[in-house]
């Protein structure tokens, strides 16, 4: 029994409960009075209740919110980082709404599965704290591309393109500053030769977009083109189940008017046959089979349908 308990899974989180893990981590996080002064267990602590308060519901744990949002924030970090890739190349024309699609094609192609936290990336997106976990000692420069094979980024800034460079010229012959600092490499100017290589690879990434942007238009009306023939199939699956339904009915009123032709032609031929040379036993049924066929079409003289059947072709 405690080996099944430990395997049990819990529900899935829904998109309500993924937006409250992220705002109560951006409140606890932006308050200016606490900041970094606290810790692991505190700091979850107050995000817990903080979520708790937003949702009204402590169905969840503290365990379950700080790993929810451990996926939240690889897959977000992750996001960003392609993000970064997609602005970094300053696509000619592409709007923030195609720089969004690129860069979910990027993560795509990077971890083989879809973006599934568009709903948390705008309360993220411009967090202080978010920053944080940029690099800020790095001692030489990644230029990364799109569709590199080693783009692996850890964190959401390692794709931005740093502007340190070994072929860059010196910061200057100030010897109050520190040429090994961050700040102090970040305002060196890119040397010509990097600047060549970087624009090569932008031109490359770029005819890669671009390329990926033809391939999902040829894909979606692929997708259309199949959506317009499965309509069509339906329609004509709809109109074949209406002719044999119309056909079934015909058939049944034509087994209808063969049973009554058929009955008429036996009552007229009751009605006309000669029963003073039978015996009389068959005299007697004949006489009260005419009684009944007379009976039954003197109630029907008054319909309109109503008709005296003709003896039958020889």
């Given amino acids: 029994m405690e080996g099944s308990s430990k395997m049990k899974r819990g529900k899935s989180f829904t998109t309500q409960e993924d937006v409250a893990i992220c705002r109560a981590w ?61 602005e970094n190349l300053h696509p000619s024309g592409a709007s923030q709404v195609d720089i969004m699609l690129q860069a979910k094609l990027l ?88 600047a060549k290589e970087l624009f090569r690879k932008n031109q490359v990434a770029q005819a890669e977009v671009q390329k990926m942007g033809t391939q999902l238009d040829t894909f979606n009306q692929y997708l259309a083109e199949k959506e317009k023939k499965k309509d069509e199939r339906e329609q004509k699956r709809i109109e074949a189940l209406q002719e044999m339904k119309e056909l079934e009915m015909k058939k049944h009123e034509f087994e209808i008017r063969k049973q009554e032709h058929e009955m008429k032609k036996e009552e007229h031929m009751i009605m006309t046959t000669d029963i003073s040379h039978l015996d009389p036993q068959m005299k007697a049924y004949y006489t009260m089979r005419k009684n009944e066929i007379f009976a039954k079409w003197s109630s029907n003289v008054s319909s309109p349908n109503f008709y005296f059947p003709l003896p039958p072709d020889e």
């Fill in 26 to 86: 951006c409140h606890i996080t932006e308050d200016p009075i606490v900041g970094n002064s606290q810790s692991h267990a505190h700091f979850w602590g107050r995000i817990f209740e903080n979520y708790c308060s937003l949702q009204n519901d402590r169905s969840r744990t503290q365990v379950s919110i700080s790993s929810r949002w451990g996926v939240i924030m690889k897959c977000c970090n992750k996001f960003r980082g392609c993000l970064a890739q997609v």
């Fill in 107 to 194: 993560y795509h192609q990077d971890e083989n599965k879809h973006f599934l936290f568009e709903h948390c990336w705008p309360i993220l997106q411009n967090n202080i704290r978010w920053q944080d976990v940029t690099p800020t000692n790095t001692v030489k420069s990644r230029i990364h591309t799109p569709f590199s094979p080693n783009s692996t980024p850890d964190s959401p800034m390692d794709n931005c393109i740093s502007l340190e460079d070994d072929t860059s010229p010196s910061v200057g012959n100030n010897p109050t500053v520190d040429e090994g600092s961050v700040s102090e490499r970040g305002k060196r100017p890119m040397g010509r030769k990097s």
